[in-house]
């Protein structure tokens, strides 16, 4: 237990715990600027903006002794008795001289620099620089050189905060990005022949915090003002990272991660970030389609769900497949339905896609081999709720030998291929094949009913990472005209009015199945973790 | 604001005087107006222009608010550099931009299409006080019509063409600005 | 001989009709075009032989407007009552035309009327020698009230019947000074017949400067009457979008629109023919007997309308000059102002016609001592009127102190 003293406010620190200057203020609501220091990150303490005063008060008398220099708050450890002071004018004038500083190398094209808006070279300038800049320095063209495949750099908008090599070489261990020169003439670079090209690259545009880095796949496409981010749930792989979805006008731009300390941290690879193409690839199906004389032919949904359900109802063995990709509350409302047509229908767990081996990195972030978001959750929903489970393999295998299933609905959603013409062969002669899906694949293109999934960005509902931490998330983006998100399909299928409703449904879910009681509160957006929980 | 409210200063109606009683002196003040008028009328002295025939005069074509032109740089390549500033002090949402990386080696992005709604525009001049690079400028040019919607929608080339027409006649605000490009 | 009569009285009842329909037609293009000089502007010229570059300085427009109205769809909306929608415009129109029935266009002509048989020469009015001119004037006009208000319920719309409202009000408060103002040319006349006014006054001067008092209450009265600016409720496109008129297009509006200017070629008439003389001219051009003869015949004719013209030509700069009255002052304006005047006119006009007739002072001496009587009684009633202003009324919103609000 210690007590801080940051601008004369005092900040209890727990034992054990080791703060610095910067995170110390953080508690007391005070913010001191800084570049170079981030959390996930070893301190160099070579920027110079978080610059502040610093003493020391003595616990038997109370006198405070000061430091006659001023030093960076994130280097400076918080213990018992330590006093920074963040507003006297010694460091006001010190914030003004390091942006004076920063921008007399810096070529102020704001206007084309796709940082601007969210750049804290401009906030800080703002916030801490000189009313007027002293320099008689015309704006110019920042040079520019490609680090990787991913990753541009523009040279003299950089800081040399040495983010993204520290990153490179303590996070990625790939140690590809240095400095070059020394001094005033100090770059960012890459060894000839050895580009970044790491699988978590991408986040070091993130940690940039200027303009200097510039994801390719981002570059130039959108003003950040004019993007609305939405707090969701990589599907990429079983990680589950959390991230921002950040769209305009129905359109996602870019995903960056969004801290979670229990899943991801800062980071996300950059299979995640540009794992949302699929979302907006034109091959998607967007409308329900039934077979009529041997052709699929569109339906409007009014009729569709009517003449499924009649069809559904009609069968003697139904088989419903769940894919990994929906969420608790969509496959929690398929199963209902299931059971609510045939109360002893079949479940099981769709194909698990693999790929790979899990790659930790240092600190512990780590990229699964399994590539879906939520078999966890929805195998927790079958345990919950489904008496007789087979798997996929069982179910290729006895459908292709004797058939006993005469409905099979299938939900898919996966956003790569995940079926050939031998898994369509095997299930072809079943009398009643519903096929929900993304895309059109041998499965889908025989299917008596060929339904339109949406994508992970449209839907509302919560995935359970291979951790066993519940997220939950609202959709970012419409999907397609035409296309019903699973969670209101299913919803409509059961009969319930209104708008489907996924915080209600994980209400009904934490009620029913005990594995997800720890849902029965409202989820932080952090996530719970259901063992934890389950344990208790 | 309320009729009760502090700040409202309350004034009494003005008496009024014999001759306002009368009404005569007012009905006759008006009556002379009017007549004045008509015969000033009858007499040629109208401010009509009769405008197919008759070209209006714009006083000063500089900050006339018209249909907008997109400025060409020294080498005639489009001044624009796509930061998206007038989009987004546009009140109307009449400005769509998709931005590229440049193919001059001196310059980093530019505007792959920048297309003007002129039907939706509501001429305020925002996007020419917003511009840093002086790059779009409202002219004189008020006759603006065509045929259908998408006629209406200028794209480039048609921005572009509009500052061929009128460079002659308005010269761009500053010569000097957009050197960040 | 009945057939005569007929005929007769047909020929007269097409040109009246023909010329009124014109006349109200082309009085839109003036009434646009003094609108226009008015605010310093050139006004409709466009308009002229169809076809061809020839624009004759706008005079095609009223034929433009008509074609363009007759095209347009005549829309009739789902919630309004049917017959009655129908049937407003029909009935103000046609009272407005019938009217003109006693209303005389000119004086006489030097041919024997084969109608009569009496050798009488042919009247210039589609109904010649009616004793009753002046109450059926009165009592067909007053059938405009249930056009506007049928037109204003049927629409079945609340600016419509507010307009409605307006407007009969307005017409029936109207209505008093109007009669006022004219029972003292009655008197003085001794006729109702407006032939007989005209011949009257040719003989002993016009009513307008024996009776200036009359003169203004019916001529405020009229412009009520003809629910023109700066008596305009029944419509005020500000306030009631139209007004009665509202729901109505195409053909319909036309009508309402035409009756409108018919309102105001009659109350222009009537103003010429009890206030100013009729076909009358001072200097003898025109003659102030029946004898006359062709040229005669046709000056009164060309007098008599030009005197309406310029009369309209009044009211159209009117409409340019002065603010609408607000309702309340509109009707504090009859009730208040022009009704006490009107009765003082009535009972100055009595007097003097008493004393005219008990010590017969005839002769222009004793009708110029008289006039300027009537005028001095007119300056002291109106000055007297403007002290006791009756007809200002403050309504605007008034601030409640505390105190007063608990007392009160």
């Not at chain 1, 750099?153 to 983010?163: G, I």
């Not at chain 1, 780590?366 to 929903?381: F, L, M, S, W, Y």
């Amino acid at each position: 237990m210690g007590t801080v003293i940051v601008d004369g406010h005092e900040v209890e620190i727990r034992d054990g715990e080791r703060l610095n200057g910067i995170e110390a203020a953080a508690r007391a609501g005070i913010d001191i600027p800084h570049y170079c220091w981030h959390p996930g990150l070893s301190v160099v303490a070579s920027c110079r903006m978080c610059l502040v005063e610093t003493g020391r008060r003595d616990p038997a008398t109370g006198e405070i002794t000061m430091l006659d220099k001023l030093v960076p708050a994130c280097q400076t450890p918080a213990t018992d008795g330590t006093v920074f002071v963040t507003d006297s004018d010694k460091v006001v004038q010190a914030r003004a001289m390091v942006e004076e500083d920063l921008l007399l190398r810096h070529p102020v094209d704001c206007p084309i620099c796709d940082k601007a808006g969210e750049c804290r070279l401009q906030d800080y300038f703002y916030q801490h620089g000189h009313t007027e800049r002293r320099a008689d320095i015309r704006p110019f063209t920042s040079r520019r050189r490609s680090l990787g495949d991913t990753v541009t750099l523009f040279v003299d908008r950089c800081v040399m905060c040495t983010r993204c090599v520290r990153f490179c070489r303590e996070i990625a261990q790939s140690h590809e990005l240095m400095v070059i020169n020394r001094g005033a003439r100090e770059e960012i670079d890459v060894f000839p022949g050895f580009p970044l090209g790491n699988p978590l690259a991408g986040n070091v545009v993130d940690l940039c915090p200027v303009g200097a880095l510039g994801d390719r796949d981002f570059l130039y496409r959108q003003r950040v003002w004019f993007m609305q981010p939405h707090e969701h749930v990589c599907a990429g792989c079983a990680t589950g990272c959390s991230i921002f979805i950040e769209e305009h006008q129905d359109r996602i731009h870019r995903v960056r991660p969004r801290e979670n300390p229990h899943v991801n941290q800062w980071w996300m690879c950059d299979e995640g970030r540009h794992g949302w193409k699929h979302v907006c690839d034109a091959r998607r199906l967007v409308e329900p389609r039934v077979r009529r004389g041997g052709v699929l032919v569109p339906v409007n949904w009014e009729a569709a769900i009517g003449d499924l359900d009649r069809a559904l109802r009609a069968s003697a063995q139904l088989a419903v497949v769940l894919s990994p990709q929906l969420t608790v509350e969509e496959a929690y409302l398929l199963v209902k339905y299931a059971q609510s047509v045939q109360p002893a229908a079949t479940l099981l767990l769709g194909p698990v896609p693999m790929r790979g081996t899990d790659q930790t990195f240092a600190g512990g972030f780590t990229i699964r081999a399994e590539k879906c978001p939520n078999r966890q959750g929805v195998q927790h929903v079958l345990d919950g709720l489904a008496d007789r489970q087979i798997t996929w393999d069982q179910l290729l295998t006895q459908q292709a030998r004797s058939r006993p299933y005469d409905a099979i609905w299938i939900a898919g959603g996966y956003p790569t291929d995940w079926n050939d013409a031998d898994t369509a062969g095997r299930l072809r002669g079943t009398p009643l094949l519903v096929v929900q899906d993304l895309f059109p694949s041998p499965l889908a293109d025989q299917a008596h009913w060929q339904l339109p999934a949406t994508a992970f960005a449209e839907r509302s509902g919560s995935f359970v990472n291979r951790g066993d931490r519940l997220q939950t998330f609202q959709w970012a983006v419409r999907p397609p005209r035409g296309a019903l998100s699973e969670g209101q399909l299913y919803w409509r299928l059961l009969g319930r009015r209104g708008l489907y409703d996924a915080r209600q449904v994980l209400a009904e879910v934490a009620e029913e199945i005990v594995c997800f009681c720890a849902a029965l509160d409202p989820v932080p957006a952090t996530g719970v973790n259901l063992k934890v929980q389950q344990l208790a | 604001m309320k009729a009760d409210d502090p700040r409202v200063k309350w004034l009494d109606v003005p008496p009024m005087g014999l001759a306002e009683k009368l009404y005569l002196p007012l009905v006759t003040h008006g009556l002379t107006t009017t007549l004045r008028h008509l015969a000033a009328a009858l007499a040629g002295k109208t401010v009509t222009v009769s405008y197919p025939e008759e070209e209006p005069q714009i006083d000063n074509p500089l900050i006339y608010r018209g249909v907008h032109r997109l400025n060409r740089d020294a080498e005639g390549r489009v001044k624009c550099v796509a930061c998206f500033l007038c989009a987004t002090a546009c009140p109307a949402h009449c400005i769509d931009i998709v931005a590229a990386e440049s193919p001059w080696p001196d310059r980093e992005k530019y505007p792959a299409s920048f297309v003007v709604d002129e039907l939706r525009c509501i001429y305020c001049g925002m996007c020419e006080q917003a511009c840093p690079v002086d790059a779009i400028e409202l002219t004189s040019l008020y006759n603006l019509t065509g045929c259908s919607r998408e006629e209406m929608v200028y794209d480039k080339e048609k921005l572009l063409s509009v500052y061929d027409a009128t460079i002659d006649r308005e010269p761009m605000r500053s010569a000097d600005a957009g050197e960040t490009a | 001989m009945n057939q005569a009569i007929v005929l007769e009285a047909l020929i007269k009842t097409v040109i009246v009709i023909g010329g009124l329909a014109t006349g109200a037609a082309y009085l839109v293009l003036l009434e646009r075009k003094m609108a226009a000089w008015v605010q310093d502007r050139i006004g409709p010229n466009r308009a002229g032989i169809p076809l061809t570059d020839i624009r004759l300085g706008g005079l095609g427009q009223p034929l433009a407007d008509g074609l363009k109205v007759l095209f347009k769809e005549d829309f009739t909306p789902a919630h309004v009552d049917r017959w009655l929608f129908t049937l407003a415009p029909v009935l103000i129109l046609v009272a407005a035309f019938a009217a003109f029935a006693v209303i005389p266009f000119g004086s006489v002509l030097p041919v024997r009327s084969a109608a009569t048989g009496t050798g009488a020469p042919v009247s210039l009015v589609i109904a010649p020698g009616v004793n009753v001119a002046v109450l059926y004037v009165f009592a067909v006009s007053s059938i405009a009230v249930y056009g506007v208000i049928l037109g204003g319920w049927a629409s079945n719309n609340k600016y419509s019947l507010l307009g409605g409202l307006r407007s009969s009000a307005q017409l029936i408060a109207y209505e008093l000074p109007m009669g006022l103002g004219l029972l003292g040319i009655v008197v003085a006349a001794g006729s109702l017949n407006l032939e007989e006014i005209i011949v009257r006054q040719a003989a002993g001067g016009w009513y307008v400067l024996l009776q200036p008092l009359g003169f203004i209450v019916f001529v405020v009265a009229a412009f009520a009457e003809a629910a023109r600016l700066p008596f305009d409720l029944p419509e005020c496109e500000q306030e009631l979008v139209g007004g009665y008129h509202t729901e109505y297009s195409g053909m319909r509006l036309l009508l309402f629109l035409l009756t409108e200017f018919l309102h105001m070629i009659t109350a222009a008439a009537l103003i010429v023919i009890l206030f100013l003389g009729g076909w009358h001219l001072p200097g003898g051009l025109t003659g102030s007997t029946d004898e006359v003869g062709w040229f005669g015949a046709l000056a009164r004719v060309v007098v008599l309308v030009g005197k309406v013209f310029l009369v309209i030509v009044v009211f159209m700069l009117v409409r340019w000059s002065w603010p609408r009255f607000r309702y309340d002052q509109l009707m504090s304006l009859a009730w208040k102002v022009m009704l006490p005047l009107g009765m003082v006119n009535f009972l100055t006009v009595a007097v003097l016609e008493q004393v005219r007739w008990a010590w017969r002072l005839e002769g222009p001496y004793w009708t110029a001592l008289l006039a300027a009587a009537a005028w001095g009684v007119c300056a002291i009633a109106v000055v007297l009127l403007a002290v006791a202003a009756p007809g200002v009324a403050d309504n605007r919103g008034c601030r409640f102190t505390e105190s007063e609000e608990q007392t009160g």
